[in-house]
């Protein structure tokens, strides 16, 4: 099931404070960029991120999910608009990346 183009938009709004936030579609999904690096995806309208190691400081317990069948596991992201946190934690992110 492709992604929507209102989920992306929630989502894009909800990060925006990180930076200049972008995306990428992609076979019905969405590739998501913070100041032009690649961070995650929305994959079936579910937020996921790059599994880095400095997500696990990040987010005590995450929740991994595959994007698609055969892809690396990534970390999922419950209901975005409850996670207060999430702009500062992409940006870190992206600073490792």
Known sequence: M???????????????????????RM??????????????G??????LLKNISVLK???PEPV???PYEG??????IH???RFPDLPDIVRTMCQHL
């Open 2 to 24: 492709p992604s929507s183009e209102s989920y992306l938009s929630s989502v894009i709004d909800l990060l925006s404070p990180a930076g200049k936030m972008a995306s990428r």
């Open 27 to 40: 076979m019905g999904e969405y590739l998501l960029y913070l100041d032009g690096k690649l961070f995650g």
């Open 42 to 47: 929305i994959y079936d309208d579910r937020l």
């Open 57 to 59: 400081d990040l987010i």
């Open 64 to 66: 991994y999910a595959l």
């Open 71 to 76: 892809a690396k596991e990534m970390v999922l």
């Open 79 to 81: 209901d975005p608009e």
